[in-house]
């Protein structure tokens, strides 16, 4: 192993800066798991009507619920292409691995419907003839963005610009047509991401079996090559997306999770160098 880190990292030095930024990402992207329950928390004391059915939750809860089973997911792989040697990757430990990863797909692919049930609701709309501000001290909110709601007071109700609508699958929201408009596109591209991330994992997950079972040919990496370019395109371009559109929690969650893709494929980068190596030392 050591000649492989110093082939491919340039030194033990440079070896231990990249796993401490590693575990540094890792850490900040298991933080992320709080900081989706609080704005998710927060969004349901304005949309919520009444207890939620238990298909609601993981609506309710999508985000959160999405980033923990990922984060499961990317320490899962994380122990298959760094921490452990393949020859432990047997019995008992490989069930466990499977079995925990599994459920973590369940999750995620659960998730992903929570994401793409947030948009109807964005579309059952009652249009507002009335007077915004005759309805403060109600009990009123207002949408300012996907997941972004404040009450309506004075402040806010006399910036809602025509036409207004209220939110027939929530409790007591008002919207503009541009902040449900601006909604819509976010929740748009929460689903696209989520469904992308899917792609990702099922393309590495068929190149960490196939390089287990030594039968990842030059064909199949050239093809996993350009899935990967074509899916971590799409997976920027989100990012770019939530940017530009001032959803920072978002863009920041992005951000780490390609961030932290780049250290999983290093790893299956260095893992392929080191089991080349290993066959060209035994055909020798």
């Known amino acids: 192993m050591v000649a492989v880190r110093e082939t491919f990292f340039g030194s033990d030095r440079r070896y231990h800066v990249f796993t401490v930024i590693k575990y540094l990402t890792y850490l900040l992207l298991g933080i992320n798991i709080w900081l989706f329950l609080q704005e998710e928390l927060l969004t349901l004391e304005h949309v919520a009507l009444g207890e ?76 507002y003839a009335g007077d915004p501000c005759a309805l403060v001290g109600q009990g009123w909110s207002v949408m300012l963005n996907l997941d972004d709601f404040a009450l309506l007071d004075t402040a806010n109700c006399s910036d809602l610009a025509a036409p207004v609508y209220t939110l027939t699958d929530f409790s007591q929201v008002l919207a503009s047509g541009e902040s449900l408009q601006a909604a819509r596109w976010l929740a748009w591209t929460d689903v696209v991401n989520a469904g992308v991330w899917i792609l990702v994992v099922v393309v590495l997950e068929v190149e960490v079996r196939l390089q287990l ?33 001032g959803d920072f929690l978002d863009f920041w969650d992005a951000a780490l999770w390609l961030f932290a893709f780049i250290f999983i494929e290093l790893n ?17």
Do not use: M
């Open 213 to 245: 079972r030594g039968g990842l040919t030059a064909a199949a990496l050239a093809l996993n090559k350009v899935l990967k370019f074509v899916l971590y395109g799409l997976l920027f371009a989100a990012a770019a997306y939530w940017g530009v559109a």
């Open 52 to 127: 939620l059915a238990p298909g609601q939750l993981v609506q309710a809860f999508s985000a959160t619920v999405d980033t923990a089973a990922w984060v499961i997911l990317l320490l899962l792989f994380e122990l298959e292409t760094s921490v452990l040697d393949d020859s432990q990757i047997r019995g008992g430990v490989r069930w466990a691995l499977h079995g925990i990863r599994g459920l973590c797909y369940v999750f995620i692919v659960y998730a992903f419907f929570g994401y793409y049930g947030e948009v109807a609701p964005l579309h059952a709309l009652t249009p």
């Open 268 to 284: 299956v980068f260095e893992w392929q160098y080191e089991s080349r190596q290993g066959r060209a030392v035994a055909a020798s």
